[in-house]
């Protein structure tokens, strides 16, 4: 807790203009108890007694006490906007997940895929957490990094690579656009996080767009790839809530690293069982497509994920992701060169000021409590 985010004492009793005190010529000065003023000067008027604040203690955060004049925490805007930069980077990189694993599957067969991108971005983690002498988590820590491993480094690189077999990457784009509200509801149950009636209602009409543009995109049939994207959902839902509930108390980029090395070892023995029962064709495209899904999506994209979620919630951030399949669609257009129907820009425009909604609930809810904090002294 920093400073100017601690709460004046209970016993503090606010003065301010709207206060009413005994003029000073009505009132005997009276001295502080226990002291004297210094021979030859004048004694300072009396002044009601103050409350010392009571030390930090790290790690937490309280909000003002209402009724006292401590000022807006205005230290936790740039937290928050630093934040909202992070998970939104990370949703960029997310969006060329889709593309890459394309260029993948053109040389790759899907379980080698899946097995050399968890290998190759357990190994870079692996360098990274030698390289910083990282300490190893604490026993309670590992069984959400188990949640972590299964939901994003195994289950959803998995179930989604497996639907781009028989999908487009546009079609499995807006589909997983549910992913956001997934998290939120996930998050909100496992983090305990009350996001406002005004949350919620922006993020249903989020996910209603992109049910609206995936129904209209795919000519009102599901095609059979979509029972593997329902899947993704779910288990990246649940790694994405527990790795930011994680990343509150280690380093996010630690967070996916140790992730990744519980899967090491289980990836090195995928990758020696389907490298030889799957055709390999190596192209520019299936490599940079590989190198992208391990070093790009799994490793740096998680780890500014989980670092941005740290910071402003998991509900709030997992809202940024309802523009990740209008990324996706564009990198589709000009990397894969598929076509996209003009219903594209609409649902664009209408998902960006869901977002928008999404993230200006929270402040103002911050903004609503600090000015119940200032509303007024107590009088006594």
Not at 3 to 18: C, F, H, M
Not at 228 to 255: D, I, S
Request: charged letters at 10%.
């Amino acid at each position: 807790m920093r400073a100017q985010d601690s709460a004046t004492g209970s016993g503090t009793i606010a003065v301010d203009g709207g206060t009413e005190t005994a003029p000073a010529s009505a009132t005997a000065p009276a001295p502080t108890a226990g002291t004297a003023p210094a021979p030859g000067t004048t004694p300072p008027p009396y002044a009601p007694p103050h409350t010392a604040e009571a030390p930090a203690l790290p790690g937490t955060e309280t909000s003002p006490t209402p009724g006292t004049d401590t000022p807006a925490p205005t230290a936790k805007d740039p937290a928050r906007r630093q934040g909202t930069l992070l998970a939104a980077l990370g949703v960029v990189a997310f969006s060329l997940t889709f593309p890459s694993t394309a260029w993948g599957l053109e040389s790759f067969g899907p379980w080698s895929l899946v097995a050399l991108r968890s290998t190759l971005a357990a190994l870079i983690a692996g360098g990274f957490l030698l390289a910083v002498r990282a300490p190893v988590p604490e026993r309670r820590h590992w069984g959400g990094l188990a949640v972590v491993a299964g939901g994003v480094v195994v289950g959803f690189p998995l179930l989604t690579t497996l639907a781009l077999q028989t999908s487009t990457t546009s079609h499995a784009a807006v589909v997983v656009g549910l992913l956001p509200l997934t998290t939120a509801v996930l998050g909100s149950l496992r983090t305990g996080e009350r996001p406002s009636r005004t949350f919620w209602v922006a993020a249903l009409a989020g996910a209603a767009v992109v049910i609206g543009f995936t129904v209209q995109q795919s000519g009102g049939a599901l095609s059979p790839g979509d029972l593997y994207l329902f899947g993704a959902l779910l288990v990246c839902a649940a790694g994405y809530t527990e790795g930011g509930r994680l990343a509150r108390v280690m380093p996010g980029w630690q967070v996916i690293g140790w992730a990744l090395m519980l899967c090491l070892p289980f990836a090195v023995a995928g990758s020696a069982v389907a490298l030889p029962l799957e055709p390999v064709h190596l192209t520019a495209h299936g490599v940079l497509g590989l190198v992208w899904v391990a070093a790009g999506s799994t490793f740096f994209g998680l780890y500014v994920w989980y670092k941005g979620m740290a910071r402003i919630g998991v509900p709030r951030a997992s809202q940024l992701q309802l523009a990740q399949p209008l990324l996706t669609l564009a990198w589709s257009v000009l990397l894969l060169s598929e076509e996209v129907s003009a219903a594209a820009p609409l649902a664009a425009v209408a998902v960006l000021v869901c977002i928008a909604a999404t993230q200006r609930t929270g402040r103002s809810r911050a903004a609503r409590a600090r000015r119940a904090g200032e509303s007024g002294p107590v009088r006594s």
